[in-house]
């Protein structure tokens, strides 16, 4: 029999939304039935509408389908926004004559003999204090490595609060900080501001706002795909990264004869934007919004047999679902092999990402030298090859079921890659296209393999008993890691480039080699598997016959 109290606090609960006090209350009163939840509630405001349209549910596939579209315009976003800080240092520290982008990329003529740029001699002339001066390219340098440096450690935190918030919230926080910082930057034109201070510290909050992005739109893709066709999926979706990165360039560098300070307003206008977007549309899983999954996407965290409809009110027996503690989804089996891998293939792939542009204008291709513009352009091949990488690496792990296998052998091609670019790239356009091309596809390939489909099957491994609160976690620490290595390459190739830029390709090569090596024991556990399931096929095989 339920007496007046708990009928004074049930009452009182029907208006509170906490899940915390719902359950107390259900403990208290453990005989009252559990309402059925109203999953109209958590959806966001967007899918309501869209719904009210269609006067109808959004089938499951519609949800997937949102949720592919919304996240890869989002970090496609956060990639433009950061690409913009390279494109605008030939603005504020202008040591070549051409610093735009030309908009005819591929036409031989342009590389050679690119148009007069339209640019003012006086912005080329002076630069902009503090960087313009002899130590301009060093300060450029250190801002590089403060923002990386933060966007490294913020990860591990970004990881560890997305797992215990409402990803949807804390994504649009992080893009629209990212907005913020990344116009403010923009904004010290205008303000006239020539303290190094004042980019220093809007560098450094806007690595900070940056780090929210990569966990959160891993954990809900990874909540939203299953495993079977995750690699694949995951491999297209990461184009986001390269697609970024290029329209980054084009939109900055497009932007700089108005002013290099509309470089960082319009795409920090752009992320915020978005941002917004993201609070209307993105449905963190299914179990947010009410949605049915396919028989085909059972294999995800939740058990088969479990409604995809939880009740805010829990029996007294069930265990409440925890997020995973920092050092304990360290010790999920895989998770710290990948995390060194991936250390050293984002040195490769972010060395390439910073100084790549730099590398190609200052090497001579056919006895002729590329101008800035040109040496940028060419550079997007990299890029281009990374898409095409990334989608093979995820269709290639799935075909074999095997991620370790495909990311070593992966990153073992890089190897040979890296030496021919060095060694024949210089011999003509044609060949440097190509093999920067391949190098692309080698060196991005795992890199997009295990900051997606990898953080994604690792963020839901059985050792976490259905535990699916660990996504963001595991993905903060795999390129939280990952990004520690995008920090030091750079830096270590300003320092060893004055010498030799051969010594810097060595340590690419050498970096490449160690990341296949850290991944030697899952690859012999892979292939150890694969031969025990051929013998068990052929006995089963033998018995039918």
């Not at 297209?236 to 290029?246: E, K, M, Y």
């Not at 108005?258 to 299914?286: D, N, R, T």
């Not at 090859?385 to 995820?394: E, K, S, T, Y």
């Not at 963001?472 to 830029?501: C, E, F, K, M, N």
């Amino acid at each position: 029999m339920v007496d007046c109290f708990d009928l004074v606090v049930l009452v009182f609960l029907s208006i509170e939304t906490s899940p915390f006090l719902f359950l107390r209350a259900r403990i208290h009163m453990g005989s009252l039935p559990e309402p059925v939840p109203d999953c109209n509630r958590a959806k966001p405001v967007g899918i309501r509408f869209v719904e009210h349209i269609k006067k109808g549910g959004l089938s499951y596939r519609s949800h997937q389908a949102i949720v592919l579209v919304v996240t890869f315009l989002a970090y496609a976003s956060y990639h433009a926004a950061r690409k913009t800080t390279s494109i605008v240092k030939s603005a504020l520290d202008p040591q070549s004559p051409d610093v735009g982008l030309k908009f005819v990329p591929w036409k031989a003529s342009y590389f050679f003999n690119p148009p007069v740029s339209t640019t003012s001699t006086s912005m080329q002339g002076n630069g902009w204090a503090p960087f313009n001066g002899l130590d301009g390219t060093t300060l450029l340098g250190e801002l590089d490595v403060a923002f990386l440096a933060v966007y490294a450690i913020g990860m591990y935190f970004s990881g560890h609060l997305g797992d215990r918030m409402n990803l949807r919230i804390f994504l649009t926080v992080g893009m629209i900080g990212t907005g913020v910082f990344t116009s403010l930057f923009g904004a010290g034109y205008w303000a006239n501001i020539h303290s190094i201070y004042f980019f220093f510290i809007i560098q450094v909050l806007a690595g900070l706002f940056q780090s929210t992005g990569w966990p959160s739109v891993v954990a809900v893709v990874g909540n939203w795909c299953g495993k079977s066709k995750r690699g694949l999926i995951m491999g297209i979706w990461n184009a986001h990264t390269s697609l970024g990165n290029i329209l980054g360039s084009l939109i900055a560098s497009a932007l700089l004869s108005y002013g290099w300070g509309w470089s960082f307003v319009v795409p920090g206008f752009v992320i915020a934007f978005i941002g917004l977007v993201v609070f209307l549309f993105l449905p963190v899983s299914p179990e947010s919004v009410g949605a049915e999954r396919d028989v085909d996407e059972l294999d995800s965290p939740k058990k088969n047999g479990e409604s995809v409809k939880e009740p805010l009110l829990k029996l007294e027996s069930d265990e409440e679902e925890k997020a995973v503690g920092f050092m304990e989804a360290w010790r999920i089996p895989g998770v710290a092999p990948f995390a060194f891998c991936l250390f050293f293939a984002k040195l490769v792939a972010y060395t390439f990402l910073y100084w790549l542009p730099f590398y190609i204008s200052h090497t001579a291709i056919d006895g002729q030298y590329l101008s800035s513009g040109a040496a940028g352009n060419l550079s997007t091949l990299f890029d281009i090859g990374g898409i095409l990488g990334g989608i093979l690496a995820g269709h290639i792990s799935d075909q074999l079921n095997a991620r370790a296998i495909t990311a070593a052998s992966f990153m073992y091609c890089a190897i040979p890659a890296l030496f021919f670019f060095r060694s024949y790239g210089h011999l003509s356009l044609t060949i440097n296209m190509a093999l920067l091309f391949i190098t692309g596809m080698f060196v991005n390939g795992p890199y997009a393999l295990i900051t997606t489909a990898v953080s994604a099957d690792l963020g839901t491994h059985s050792s976490l008993k259905g535990n699916s609160r660990a996504l963001a976690t595991v993905t903060a620490i795999i390129d939280g890691t990952g990004s520690v290595g995008a920090a030091i390459g750079p830096l270590l190739t300003g320092y060893i480039s004055a010498r030799s830029w051969s010594a810097v390709f060595t340590m690419l090569m050498s970096a490449a080699l160690v990341a296949g090596l850290f991944l030697t024991k899952l690859v012999v556990a892979e292939v150890a598997a694969k031969f025990e399931q051929s013998r068990h096929k052929e006995r089963v095989h033998e018995d039918l016959a």
